[in-house]
Structure formats: structure tokens, C-alpha cells
């Protein structure tokens, strides 16, 4: 399968912000940020792989790696159409206008 280039929005919520945030750092490395908001981490990077899905596991596979009670709420996008996620599920796809 042809890889594609993803933007990244997501926002994380976890017991454990610290540890996430290095685990979010790893996986996006220099495409983009991660910052930590208030009680979240708000992400933002440009990703290349295979499938918006596959990404979102992985990312979120590597979050809870370092602490099970993560949550993650993503939109990927890629030439104009947006898959959303909630944990491992899929929301839908369709082209989303900004809230």
C-alpha cells in the first residue's frame, strides 16, 4: 500500500502527562508538537504511513504503553478528507468542518 502524508490533530488526556508527552515526542519526532494545555496535550504533526488508522493504533499503542488510562481524540487528514478517532474507534470520515 502507498503511503500517504497525514496532518495530525489530536488532544490526550492521561494520569500520567509527563510520560505521554515523551511518548507522543518519540512517535511524531520533529513533524510537528505536542504541547501540554492545561489538564491535555494538544498534537499537531505532519505524519506519513499507510493509513490513518493504522497511525492512530500505533500512536495510541505507544501512549498506553506508558500508561493504560490514556485517551486520545484524533483527526487525520489527508488530500481533504478527515477520519476521526475516539481510542481505537472510528468516528467517521468526511470532510469536517472546523468547530
Do not use: C, H, P
Not at 11 to 22: E, F, G, K, P, Y
Not at 57 to 77: F, G, H, Y
Not at 80 to 96: H, N
Amino acid at each position: 500500500m502507498a503511503k500517504a502524508l497525514f496532518n495530525l490533530e489530536a488532544r490526550v488526556s492521561s494520569s500520567n502527562l509527563q510520560a505521554v508527552l515523551d511518548a507522543v515526542n518519540d512517535f511524531i519526532g520533529k513533524s510537528g508538537s505536542a504541547v501540554v494545555k492545561g489538564d491535555v496535550i494538544e498534537i499537531k504533526a505532519e505524519i506519513e504511513g499507510e493509513s490513518a488508522k493504522e497511525l492512530n493504533r500505533k500512536l495510541l499503542s505507544d501512549m498506553r504503553r506508558v500508561e493504560k488510562r490514556t485517551r486520545l481524540r484524533a483527526e487525520w487528514t489527508s488530500n481533504g478528507l478527515t477520519e476521526r478517532f475516539f481510542d481505537y474507534v472510528s468516528k467517521g470520515t468526511g470532510k469536517f468542518a472546523k468547530e
